[in-house]
């Protein structure tokens, strides 16, 4: 772990007590990501792995990290060749593609911003994106939609494809980088230099960037090593598209800079099946997933023996309910640790090595934040009392944090008289755990009643009629707001009066009676965002 300990100033600790008062990153003046990792990494133990890439037609690749050294290195040269200069920004419809790592790597070396969007998106949101961040190149995945998608927008921006096959027209980056010289610029950027713009989900609107500086790959140490556990020379799996935040949290920096191999699964789709057998093939040593796929893979049948290699299991992205937290206790032994966080920064709370897991429980405080929960009025909440999970920042800078939000032109300050506000709700327990409530736009007002959506959600995805569900408020002349809740059925399950009744009685058991849903509403699915979360807003507005 010789390359961790450069930038920590201790990295075991005894108890979370020790942890939280003696966690100390060690931040070097003039940190770089593709040197001070990976470059660092392949001068150490040239042969260490750094990713094993496969996909769903039996394709596979191991790289080194002396191969994601050159590579980059080669890929650097090829992009200045392209016109991309420090300081350009460059967004990226790459899918979990192995090209990814090599360009992002090669981004980060020239002091390019690096803008990863999903391939999903239509041309009317790429085009929103390359307006805001005020960019003009694009490294796209061969694949039809993302084509006909980014040749719409042709006049607009230059794009590069990667892939397995040319796109007529194109400069085609396989066929071209691997013949280019090292780059061997020197590194004439700063910390503060940004280094990775993530558009928020855009729930309520609109998306706005989050960008970040050079120094944010060092915050993902507390995501890597202490959330996700993983080990020097072992393989980690976080299933995620490289066009959200999730994939930096899991696929590339904390873990790198941990020793960690990446296991890069690229599936067109999810398939929980699918990824049952890679787990089983090329058996990962950590996983962090979101709570939807763990609940997937249980209904899919997962059995011990596609989990056996696994030594820590987390989840982020979405609260987990304690249901799937049992399940997959009974089934393994092992419980799923739960982190809690956003793009703007690496967890603020988590359910750590040295905690007992409370089922549904988001854990502790991470010590890279001075985390407490306020009510409406700025005070600390005592225990028990919900309030809002906020952030207090010295002098407006922390590590891993964003340094501001870009929209319309404007940076937009993300701190208020010194505070960051998440806008999520939750309350500490008498142990100092904290229990996640709901967003505050999606707390329920119900006679008099605070109701956060995630207790009932929860009750109802345990349901064997529920494939999955939202709970939201529905205006109500009497009680102001009632508890509605949007169910997408199973296979085999049909609408009716009995299974409403069934449903209601059901969360009634489970739960304290006032919080059952008093309308409930069946649809084929859920709007989501480009990340897969549900918009409530949506919902909300729809009837």
Known sequence: MELLNRFLKRSEFESYEDFRENFQLEVP???????????????????????????????????????????????????????????????????????????????????????????????????????????HYVIAVKDDFVCQQVASLRTKCTAIFAGDEPVEG???????????????????????DQML???TSGTTGYPKMAVHNRTYPLGHIMTAKY???????????????????KFGWGNIYGQWICGSAILGYDPIRFDPEQLMEHMKEFKPTSLCIPPTMYR?????????????????????????????????????????????????GTP???????????????????????????????????AGDEGEVVMFVKDGKQVGLLDYYYQDGEKINP????????????????????????????????????????????????????????????????????????????????ASDELTKELQAYVKKMTAPYKYPRKIEYVTELPKTTSGKITRNALRSSK
Not at 310 to 318: K, S, V
Request: charged share 25%; net charge negative; hydrophobic share 35%.
């Open 227 to 245: 959330m996700q556990c993983v080990q020097n020379n072992g393989l980690h799996l976080t299933q995620s598209d490289s066009g959200w935040a």
């Open 29 to 135: 003046e003039k940190f770089e990501f593709a040197r001070d990792v990976v470059d660092a990494w392949a001068a150490l133990e040239p042969d260490k792995r750094a990713l094993v890439y496969c996909d769903d037609n039996g394709f596979s690749r191991t790289f080194t990290f002396t191969d994601i050294s050159v590579l980059s290195k080669k890929a650097a040269t090829y992009f200045t060749e392209m016109g991309i200069r420090r300081g350009d920004r460059v967004l990226t419809l790459l899918r979990r593609r192995y090209e990814y790592w090599i360009i992002a790597v090669a981004l980060h070396r020239i002091g390019a911003v690096l803008i990863p969007a999903s391939i999903q998106l239509r041309a009317k949101d790429i085009d929103y994106r390359l307006s805001q961040a005020d960019a």
């Open 197 to 199: 713009l993530y558009f």
């Open 348 to 382: 603020i709370t988590c359910s750590f090595q040295w905690l007992d897991i409370r089922p549904s429980s988001m854990g502790k405080p991470s010590p890279l934040y001075d985390v407490a929960l306020i009510d409406k009025d700025g005070n600390r909440c005592p």
């Open 415 to 494: 701190i208020e008289d010194g505070i960051y506000h998440t806008g999520d709700i939750a309350y500490e327990d008498e142990d100092g755990y904290y229990w996640y409530v709901g967003r505050n736009d999606d707390m329920i007002k119900c006679s008099g009643y605070r109701i956060g959506p995630f207790e009932i959600e929860s009750i109802l995805n345990t349901h064997a009629a529920v494939k999955e569900c939202a709970i939201i408020g529905r205006p109500d002349e009497i009680r102001g707001q009632i508890v509605c809740a949007v169910v997408v059925l199973a296979p085999g399950f049909e």
């Open 296 to 344: 997937f893979l249980l209904k899919a049948g997962v059995r011990r023996e596609h989990l056996e290699s696994i030594r820590w299991f987390a989840t982020a992205g979405e609260p987990l309910s304690g249901e799937v937290n049992s399940a997959f206790y009974d089934l393994c032994g092992h419980y799923i640790h739960e982190g809690y966080g956003q793009s703007e």
């Open 170 to 192: 194109y400069p085609y980056f396989n066929a071209e980088y691997e013949n280019c010289d090292l780059y061997a610029e020197p590194d004439e950027g700063k910390n503060e």
